[in-house]
C-alpha cells in the first residue's frame, strides 16, 4: 500500500524509528489497518504507528491529533489512542507521522455492539465528557462537519440518487423526509463543543459485545454536538438509542436530536456506498461498512414514516 509519494513497508517504519525514536526501533511490527486516510502499523504490544497513506490532508491532522489528544484522554471514559511521538518529515517519508497507544478491540464494523444497554450507557458517558466547550481557535471541521446541516443538502441529494441507482435502497423519499426533518429543526445556538468529527463502526470498537475503546481522532473538532450524537443510530442495536439520550447530558432537545438523526443519515450513506465500491474513486472502505449503514438507515426511517426497503445484499 502507498502514499502518494512513497510504499509504507514494515522495512520504511522500522527506519524511521531508527532514525528519529531509536529506543523503539527494536520493537516488532505488524500490519494494523487501512482506512481512509490512514495505515495503522501495531508496534510492540501497547504502541502502533500511524501514518497518512492516501491523501496530504493528513498531515495536519495526524499533528492534530498529537497536540490535543493527550489532554482529553484521561477525562474520557473509553480508551483512545494517546499520542506519545512525534515522527517529523524527512527525506524518507516527507510527512509528519506519529507513535500513539494500541488500543484493544475489533472495529464494529466487523464485531457490532450486542449489549445494547451497556453500550448506550457508556456511548452517552464518552459523549457528555468529550463534548466539552471548545476553546476559540479549536480546530474547524473538515468538510462543513460540525456546522449547520442545510450546507449539506446537496451532497445528501447526490447521495441518495447513487445509492438508489445502485440498488442499495428502495424508497429514496423516505430517507428524504428524515433529512428534510433534520434541516428544519431550530439550529444550534450554543456554544461549539469538541467534536469526534468521524464516528461510525469502523472507528469505534467493541469487546465481548460492549463498546471498548474509540478511535481515529482526525477530523476532531469544534461544532454542533448532533454530529456526534448521530454515532447512536450506527453503533447501538434496535431499542437502545432511547436509553442513550436519556443517559447524554446536557439532555439534547428534541430540535438537537432531529439534527442528529440527519447527521446519522449522513454518515450511514455514505458508509453504505463506501462499503459497496468505493466512493469519490477512493478505495479505503470496506465490505463491512455497509451493513450497519443499512441498519443504521432502518432505523432512522422506521422512526419517522415507517421502514425503508434495502437491497438484501446488505440487509444483514
Given at each position: 500500500?502507498?502514499?502518494?509519494?512513497?510504499?509504507?513497508?514494515?522495512?520504511?517504519?522500522?527506519?524511521?524509528?531508527?532514525?528519529?525514536?531509536?529506543?523503539?526501533?527494536?520493537?516488532?511490527?505488524?500490519?494494523?489497518?487501512?482506512?481512509?486516510?490512514?495505515?495503522?502499523?501495531?508496534?510492540?504490544?501497547?504502541?502502533?504507528?500511524?501514518?497518512?497513506?492516501?491523501?496530504?490532508?493528513?498531515?495536519?491532522?495526524?499533528?492534530?491529533?498529537?497536540?490535543?489528544?493527550?489532554?482529553?484522554?484521561?477525562?474520557?471514559?473509553?480508551?483512545?489512542?494517546?499520542?506519545?511521538?512525534?515522527?517529523?518529515?524527512?527525506?524518507?517519508?516527507?510527512?509528519?507521522?506519529?507513535?500513539?497507544?494500541?488500543?484493544?478491540?475489533?472495529?464494529?464494523?466487523?464485531?457490532?455492539?450486542?449489549?445494547?444497554?451497556?453500550?448506550?450507557?457508556?456511548?452517552?458517558?464518552?459523549?457528555t465528557a468529550l463534548?466539552?466547550?471548545?476553546?476559540?481557535?479549536?480546530?474547524?471541521?473538515?468538510?462543513?462537519?460540525?456546522?449547520?446541516?442545510?450546507?449539506?443538502?446537496?451532497?445528501?441529494?447526490?447521495?441518495?440518487?447513487?445509492?438508489?441507482?445502485?440498488?442499495?435502497?428502495?424508497?429514496?423519499?423516505?430517507?428524504?423526509?428524515?433529512?428534510?426533518?433534520?434541516?428544519?429543526?431550530?439550529?444550534?445556538?450554543?456554544?461549539?463543543?469538541?467534536?469526534?468529527?468521524?464516528?461510525?463502526?469502523?472507528?469505534?470498537?467493541?469487546?465481548?459485545?460492549?463498546?471498548?475503546?474509540?478511535?481515529?481522532?482526525?477530523?476532531?473538532?469544534?461544532?454542533?454536538?448532533?454530529?456526534?450524537?448521530?454515532?447512536?443510530?450506527?453503533?447501538?442495536?434496535?431499542?437502545?438509542?432511547?436509553?442513550?439520550?436519556?443517559?447524554?447530558?446536557?439532555a439534547a432537545d428534541?430540535?438537537?436530536?432531529?439534527?442528529?438523526?440527519?447527521?446519522?443519515?449522513?454518515?450511514?450513506?455514505?458508509?453504505?456506498?463506501?462499503?459497496?465500491?468505493?466512493?469519490?474513486?477512493?478505495?479505503?472502505?470496506?465490505?463491512?461498512?455497509?451493513?450497519?449503514?443499512?441498519?443504521?438507515?432502518?432505523?432512522?426511517?422506521?422512526?419517522?414514516?415507517?421502514?425503508?426497503?434495502?437491497?438484501?445484499?446488505?440487509?444483514?
Amino acid at each position: 500500500m502507498t502514499s502518494p509519494d512513497v510504499e509504507i513497508t514494515a522495512d520504511l517504519i522500522a527506519e524511521l524509528l531508527h532514525d528519529q525514536h531509536p529506543d523503539l526501533a527494536g520493537l516488532p511490527l505488524k500490519f494494523g489497518a487501512v482506512g481512509w486516510d490512514n495505515q495503522l502499523w501495531r508496534l510492540g504490544d501497547d504502541l502502533a504507528v500511524r501514518l497518512a497513506w492516501h491523501t496530504r490532508d493528513e498531515e495536519e491532522l495526524l499533528v492534530k491529533e498529537y497536540t490535543l489528544l493527550p489532554g482529553m484522554a484521561p477525562r474520557l471514559p473509553l480508551p483512545i489512542p494517546v499520542p506519545q511521538r512525534l515522527g517529523r518529515p524527512s527525506d524518507r517519508f516527507p510527512r509528519p507521522w506519529i507513535v500513539t497507544t494500541w488500543v484493544a478491540g475489533e472495529p464494529a464494523d466487523r464485531a457490532p455492539v450486542t449489549r445494547g444497554a451497556e453500550s448506550a450507557d457508556l456511548l452517552a458517558a464518552f459523549l457528555t465528557a468529550l463534548h466539552q466547550p471548545a476553546p476559540d481557535g479549536a480546530p474547524v471541521g473538515r468538510h462543513r462537519r460540525g456546522g449547520p446541516l442545510a450546507a449539506l443538502d446537496n451532497g445528501i441529494a447526490d447521495m441518495i440518487a447513487a445509492t438508489t441507482e445502485r440498488g442499495l435502497i428502495a424508497d429514496p423519499q423516505a430517507l428524504r423526509e428524515v433529512w428534510d426533518d433534520a434541516v428544519t429543526a431550530p439550529a444550534w445556538n450554543g456554544p461549539p463543543v469538541w467534536l469526534h468529527g468521524d464516528l461510525h463502526p469502523a472507528n469505534v470498537l467493541t469487546g465481548d459485545g460492549n463498546l471498548c475503546g474509540v478511535v481515529d481522532f482526525g477530523d476532531l473538532c469544534a461544532g454542533n454536538p448532533a454530529y456526534d450524537l448521530a454515532g447512536a443510530w450506527l453503533l447501538l442495536p434496535d431499542g437502545a438509542v432511547d436509553r442513550f439520550q436519556r443517559g447524554y447530558l446536557p439532555a439534547a432537545d428534541a430540535a438537537t436530536m432531529r439534527r442528529a438523526r440527519g447527521c446519522a443519515l449522513m454518515k450511514a450513506l455514505a458508509c453504505l456506498l463506501i462499503g459497496d465500491n468505493g466512493i469519490h474513486g477512493r478505495p479505503g472502505g470496506k465490505a463491512s461498512w455497509a451493513p450497519p449503514a443499512a441498519a443504521a438507515l432502518q432505523r432512522l426511517a422506521a422512526t419517522r414514516n415507517g421502514p425503508v426497503t434495502f437491497s438484501r445484499r446488505h440487509s444483514s
